[in-house]
């Protein structure tokens, strides 16, 4: 699993996300059985469908990254997202936790 960090309330791609991307996109290019997985989740600060709203933003975001790399097809990715429903550290409402805010990528 890859995974790529996110700001509060951001869904802007940074320099360390950008080397995970290309990482990914090197790793499947030319594997024409790869699939790339992207599930994009927020922490718990802001309203649940504000939150689901984010995670949309940035799976997307990390999705259309990876095209642009030209190593992967479109049809070669699968998005999803959680929003706050599914998080990696379990908070309480309104907790801010950067551990939450990612996009995770599995190659399978």
Same mark, same amino acid.
């Given at each position: 699993?890859?995974?790529?960090?996110? *700001?509060? !309330? +951001?869904? $802007? @791609?940074?320099?360390?996300?950008?080397? /995970?991307?290309? %990482?990914?996109?090197?790793?499947? *290019?030319? !594997? +024409?059985? $790869? @699939?790339?997985?992207?599930?994009?989740? /927020?922490?718990? %600060?802001?309203?649940?469908?504000?939150?689901?709203?984010?995670?949309?933003?940035?799976?997307?975001?990390?999705?259309?990254?990876?095209?642009?790399?030209?190593?992967?097809?479109?049809?070669?990715?699968?998005?999803?997202?959680?929003?706050?429903?599914?998080?990696?550290?379990?908070?309480?409402?309104?907790?801010?936790?950067?551990?939450?805010?990612?996009?995770?990528?599995?190659?399978?």
């Amino acid at each position: 699993m890859y995974q790529v960090d996110f *700001e509060t !309330n +951001r869904y $802007d @791609i940074n320099y360390a996300g950008r080397q /995970t991307i290309d %990482a990914v996109a090197t790793r499947v *290019e030319g !594997n +024409r059985t $790869d @699939i790339v997985t992207i599930v994009g989740r /927020t922490d718990s %600060a802001g309203s649940a469908g504000y939150n689901t709203d984010l995670s949309q933003r940035r799976a997307t975001a990390v999705r259309d990254a990876l095209i642009s790399t030209g190593k992967i097809a479109p049809d070669h990715i699968e998005t999803t997202w959680t929003g706050q429903a599914k998080q990696a550290v379990g908070t309480v409402d309104g907790v801010a936790e950067a551990r939450n805010r990612v996009v995770d990528l599995y190659i399978r």
